[in-house]
């Protein structure tokens, strides 16, 4: 008796929590439809931590400084979060002398293009030869793009984003990109409805927006 | 709009409800004692407290350490976004059931005991020490989340330093806990039903709680979602319950071996309400959900994710409740139903964990990934020190 009163309490608690959402005419995520909103990851501003000892650009490329005195270039997780699945398809050779702004990444998002810029200015030494055409999936890892030889390093470091100012930096730019998908946007359900009343955004939502939109999305947001 | 804390809503009714009553309930318990209190007596001791409390909320807790053994053990690092809070379930869940403990013993102020009175012939002596030492190491593998949230990076880099030894010793105490909740009833032979009884009991209580522990970790995913939006993700909760099905599949199969050697078959033939609870336990536990999870295509339905989780954890339930009250009842011929007294402390038990879950989750980035300080230097960054000095 006591193993049936305490299997139907566990179930009647279920049962009820179903009713109580249903005449809140919400459904229980087992019950979603299959494009619903369960079914897709989503990002708050809350979300983004970064390591402590990286530099952010405004263009959001990172660079971190290796025990042997390279930099290391990478792409943040913000990133990530507004485009989905990305890729890295080219980087700058190696030997290469790039300036501070100037084009390190080409990256795919889908069948569209687009460029992220140097956070400093070097010499590409070494080019992560994991990195080309695989998603990205572990931003301040194992998934960095170069390592180069920077000039000025510890000047150019007190332009860049750093500790604390990371994480301001990157709740601004998620207010920027609500923002941007408000107006971009071709699938505004996406977005969520309730995304301007502190809703959250739904991953890879910059990827479903115009090819026009991406090439802003790159002005808007990878200018360093 | 933010959450008001003062909000009506029907489960914060009901939640109210539920700890006034368990308090008036803990009162009465602590003021006038457990016969005055509980339906438990001298021929039957161990009632809701130890049954659901203690058994059934340690099970439910074993998705900590099932987690923490794929992804620090086997290093399956795509499990790695259900581990906090998969941690952190366990962690209140063996908070609780020591909570639990404290109401079901008569005289829970000498608790402290087991830590210098050393009695290491006495399986509830393992148990104890067990109990202290995993909650322990719950705080510990906890912690990190803690110091994030109040930006504490050196002690966190310490922390993080010690966190796999931390992991193998909390997996290494799990594993000897679960089996020895099991041991528990190895000394109660001629008192418990046969088709509960078996010297394998350790091993089902072990492969049972990874089985829940997995399938916990789709419910509590659900719940989330249903809380918070959280996407699901449901390609990792879908392997989980794979996993989970397999161990449910090998305890079945262990116990049927064990029934068909041991000669205790013919107990499935009594046609009696006790036999028919196994069997409900055996239909709802393994093979409802073996039938929906053995297939991939329900495996991937959510719909049925989440009702296989809710059968296994049924299933569970039914297991541990059968084991530790149906089976003694059965043979001693005594007959008990927990008083409204246990009934509301054990669910102000449940109502408080939830709470303490949702602060915690509302408050702490438990659902972020772990935060990685240090990456040690990899091949990649070694081939190419030879490069930097060359030029």
């Known amino acids: 008796m006591v193993a049936i009163f305490v299997l139907i309490t566990f179930l009647l608690f279920i049962a009820i929590d179903w009713l109580v959402l249903k005449s809140q005419k919400k459904k229980h995520p087992a019950f979603e439809n299959g494009t619903s909103i369960a079914d897709i990851a989503v990002f708050t501003k809350e979300i983004f931590r970064a390591p402590l000892e990286i530099f952010l650009s405004k263009g959001h ?16 997780e913000f990133i990530l979060k507004a485009l989905g699945k990305i890729a890295i398809t080219k980087t700058a050779e190696t030997g290469h002398v790039v300036k501070k702004g100037d084009v390190i990444f080409e990256a795919s998002v889908g069948n569209k293009t687009l460029n992220f810029r140097s956070p400093v200015q070097g010499t590409v030494k070494f080019i992560n030869p994991l990195i080309l055409n695989k998603k990205i999936n572990d931003p301040y890892g194992d998934d960095w793009g170069v390592l180069m030889a920077a000039e000025n390093f510890s000047e150019i470091k007190n332009s860049l984003f750093t500790g604390n100012d990371i994480r301001k930096f990157l709740k601004e730019e998620f207010s920027r990109l609500k923002d941007f998908l408000h107006k971009h946007t071709l699938r505004p359900e996406l977005a969520g409805a309730t995304m301007f009343d502190g809703g959250n955004v739904v991953e890879g939502a910059v990827s479903s927006i115009t090819a026009q939109g991406i090439d802003e999305f790159e002005k808007d947001f990878l200018t360093v | 709009m933010k959450n008001s804390i003062l909000k009506f809503t029907f489960w914060k ?26 339906n438990l007596s001298d021929a039957f001791p161990w009632g809701l407290w130890i049954g659901f409390d203690m058994l059934c909320g340690v099970g439910l807790a074993a998705g900590g350490f099932a987690i923490c053994a794929v992804t620090h053990i086997f290093n ?25 403990l404290m109401f079901d013993l008569g005289r829970p102020w000498a608790i402290w005991h087991a830590i210098i009175m050393w009695n290491t012939h006495s399986v509830m002596f393992e148990v104890a020490w067990c109990v202290m030492l995993y909650s322990t190491v719950l705080f510990l593998e906890f912690f990190p989340v803690v110091l994030e949230r109040f930006k504490l990076p050196k002690i966190l880099k310490i922390i993080k330093r010690v966190s796999i030894p931390i992991m193998m010793l ?60 959280h996407g699901l993700k449901l390609n990792l909760l879908s392997a989980c319950s794979f996993i989970s099905i397999i161990f449910i599949i090998i305890n079945f199969t262990l116990k049927i071996v064990y029934l068909s050697m041991s000669g205790k078959l013919q107990y499935l033939l009594i046609l009696s309400p006790v036999t028919y609870l196994f069997y409900l336990e055996i239909l709802i536990g393994t093979i409802v959900p073996a039938f929906f999870l053995s297939s991939r295509k329900f495996r991937e339905d959510k719909k049925y994710l989440y009702f296989s989780s809710v059968f296994i954890i049924s299933g569970f339930l039914l297991n541990r409740i059968n084991v530790s009250i149906t089976s003694l009842a059965a043979m001693s011929k005594a007959s008990y139903f927990p008083s409204i007294t246990e009934i509301s402390v054990t669910m102000m038990l449940v109502v408080i964990g939830m709470w303490a879950f949702k602060l915690i989750i509302q408050n702490f980035p438990v659902f972020s990934e772990e935060l990685e300080l240090e990456k040690p230097v990899s091949v990649i960054e070694s081939i190419s020190k030879p490069l930097t000095l060359s030029e």
Not at chain 2, 24 to 31: D, E, H, L
Not at chain 2, 32 to 38: E, R, Y
Not at chain 2, 79 to 99: M, W
């Open chain 2, 76 to 100: 399956v690092e795509k499990f790695k976004p259900l581990a906090r809070p998969a941690i952190l379930t366990a962690f209140l869940g063996y908070i609780l059931a020591v909570c639990g």
């Open chain 2, 170 to 229: 909390g997996i290494l105490l799990s594993t000897l806990h679960q089996s020895s909740l099991g041991s528990l009833y190895l000394i109660m032979p001629e008192k418990m039903h046969p088709l509960w009884y078996s010297p394998l009991l350790p091993v089902f209580f072990y492969l049972s709680a990874i089985s829940t522990g997995f399938a916990m970790v789709i419910f509590e995913a659900f719940l989330s979602a249903r809380a918070y939006n």
């Open chain 2, 13 to 38: 009714v009901v939640a109210v409800i539920i700890i006034v009553a368990g308090l008036y309930s803990a009162f009465i318990r602590f003021t006038q004692g457990l016969g005055a209190s509980t």
């Open chain 1, 61 to 76: 490329t990172w660079a971190q400084k290796n025990e042997y005195g390279l930099i290391k270039i990478g792409i943040d």
